[in-house]
C-alpha cells in the first residue's frame, strides 16, 4: 500500500522572524512512518518542522505553514491508498504578515488571527476508497469531541489522544489514545509507546483496505 502520513506542527508567520505553532515534536508521526515502512509499504512523510531525523526509506518532503501542508497533500492524495494525519496544522494565522521585524514598543501588541482552512475536509473530496484516519488532540470530552470530528471530518478512523496528560500526546514517546470508526466501533487502548500505538493504526488500516 501507498501511505501518506504528516507529522509535527505548522508555523504562520508574524514577520520574517517570529510564528505561531504548538508542541508537536513529530514523534507520533514518525513512528507511524516507520511502522508502515516496517511492514514494507511505500511511505510519504510530509513534516512540519521538527528535530528528529527524517526516517529512512521514505519520500520525505518538509513543510513549514497549513498553506505547504495543504498544497503537499493536494498534489500527492491522488497517489495514496491511505493518508493518516498525525499532524498539527494551525487553526489561526495571522491576517498579516510583517515584512519587516516588528518593532519592540511600549504598547500592547494584538495580533489579528483569521482561521486556517481544515485541511481534512478540504481533502475529503478525494478520498473516494481511500482509508483516512485522523488525530483528534483533546484536553477534556474525549470520545464525543473526537466522534464529532470523526464525522465532520469524513474519516474512517479517528484516533483520540489525552493531550491533557503529560506522559501522552504532545512530546511524549508513549500514548493513550482511543480509536473510534465510522461503523460506531470504539477501542481504549492502555499508555502504550508511540511506535506501538503507530503499529496499531497501521494494522488498522491494513485491516481496512482488504
Ligand atoms: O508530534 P507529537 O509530539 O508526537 O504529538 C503527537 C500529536 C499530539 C500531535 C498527535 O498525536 C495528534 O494528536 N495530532 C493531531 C493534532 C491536531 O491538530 O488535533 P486536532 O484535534 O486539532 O485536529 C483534528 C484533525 O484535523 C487532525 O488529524 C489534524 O491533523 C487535522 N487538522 C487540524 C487542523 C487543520 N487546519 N486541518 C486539519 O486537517
Not at 30 to 45: D, G, I, K, M, T
Not at 46 to 61: H, K, M, N, Y
Request: net charge neutral.
Amino acid at each position: 500500500m501507498n501511505f501518506l502520513v504528516t507529522a509535527g506542527p505548522t508555523r504562520e508567520w508574524i514577520d520574517p522572524i517570529r510564528f505561531i505553532t504548538n508542541r508537536s515534536s513529530g514523534k507520533m508521526g514518525y513512528a507511524l512512518a516507520r511502522a508502515a515502512r516496517a511492514r514494507r509499504h511505500e511511505v510519504v512523510l510530509v513534516s512540519g518542522p521538527v528535530t528528529l531525523p527524517a526516517p529512512t526509506g521514505v519520500d520525505f518532503v518538509p513543510i513549514v505553514t497549513a498553506a505547504d501542508l495543504l498544497a503537499a497533500l493536494e498534489s500527492r492524495v491522488a497517489a495514496c491508498d491511505a493518508l493518516i494525519m498525525a499532524a498539527a496544522p494551525a487553526d489561526w494565522r495571522p491576517r498579516d504578515i510583517s515584512p519587516r521585524k516588528l518593532k519592540k514598543c511600549a504598547m500592547s501588541m494584538t495580533l489579528d488571527l483569521v482561521p486556517v482552512p481544515d485541511i481534512l475536509v478540504r481533502l475529503a473530496g478525494r478520498k473516494g476508497s481511500r482509508v483516512f484516519v485522523g488525530f483528534a488532540a483533546e484536553d477534556r470530552d474525549l470520545e464525543a469531541e473526537a466522534r464529532r470530528k470523526l464525522v465532520e471530518k469524513h474519516l474512517d478512523l479517528i484516533v483520540a489522544n489525552d493531550v491533557g496528560r503529560p506522559d501522552s500526546g504532545f512530546e511524549s514517546d508513549a500514548n493513550q489514545v482511543v480509536l473510534l470508526d465510522a461503523a460506531g466501533n470504539t477501542e481504549a487502548l492502555p499508555l502504550l509507546s508511540k511506535d506501538e500505538v503507530a503499529a496499531r493504526v497501521v494494522a488498522w488500516v491494513e485491516a481496512r483496505a482488504h
